[in-house]
């Protein structure tokens, strides 16, 4: 779960999008947070890049 400090930096949204499954090795389309289904740790990064292809050790 994200923590924030200032509320007036963020806003809820609900679009779908944020439903979106990944699978390890994915490329990212957008930048943000995203958390593992399987151990349920969460990482952000940016949009393009590639997420992990594995669980750490
Ligand atoms: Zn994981």
Redesign the pocket.
């Known amino acids: 779960m994200a923590y924030y400090k200032d509320e007036t930096k963020v806003k809820n949204a609900s679009d779908d999008l944020f439903d979106m499954v990944h699978k ?1 090795g994915d490329q990212t389309t957008y930048a943000g947070i995203y958390r ?6 969460e990482i952000g990064i940016a949009g393009g890049h590639t997420l ?1 292809s594995g ?2 050790e």
């Open positions: 390890p593992c289904e399987g151990c349920g740790h992990a669980a750490p």
